[in-house]
């Protein structure tokens, strides 16, 4: 049965249309997320005046998070833009994308200055970021430090030994007559 069938292949292949280059397109790789003065100066092509353009309408002073991949250390962060910034988001809410405290909520938020490293282009670069975030995004965010942390302590347990720890004792009380 499968000799029966043959796929149609044509003697001539057409040319594949190259697909159009879009401004996200461009945007995507000329985009920093932090830009120098000098880059400013430097950049004189359309692509990095788009770039630069779009840099210039974000609100740089809170960012928006995403914690997916909090429990590996990994997180992303992305400035705000003019609606999130009159939404509120990121700054009188939880600044995690996946929380659900992102309406006015009774919950107390906690500022953070974050210091964020990440690759661009190549090179590795270093930043200070705040994010505003509620009481659990917190957690979940300092998690894989507490966690090393945690695994560092019972380590030295482990090397310290049971023997060798010093034993707690309880102060007792003397009932006078």
Partial sequence: MSALYKPYIPKTTAVAASTPVTE??????SH??????????ASTSWNDQLAQKYYDSL?????ICDLKHYKSGNFSLHWRTET???SGT?????ANARCPEHSASPTPLATLQLPFSYEEHGQRKEALVKVVLCSKCVRK????????KREEDESVEARIGEGDRPEKHEDRKVKSC
């Fill in 59 to 63: 609100y740089r002073e809170f960012a």
């Fill in 84 to 86: 999130k910034v009159l």
């Fill in 90 to 94: 990121g700054e009188t809410t939880c």
């Fill in 32 to 41: 920093k997320f932090l830009r120098d003065g000098a880059d400013d100066e």
């Fill in 141 to 148: 965010i300092m998690w894989k430090r507490r966690h090393e």
């Fill in 24 to 29: 996200f397109d461009i945007l995507k790789a």
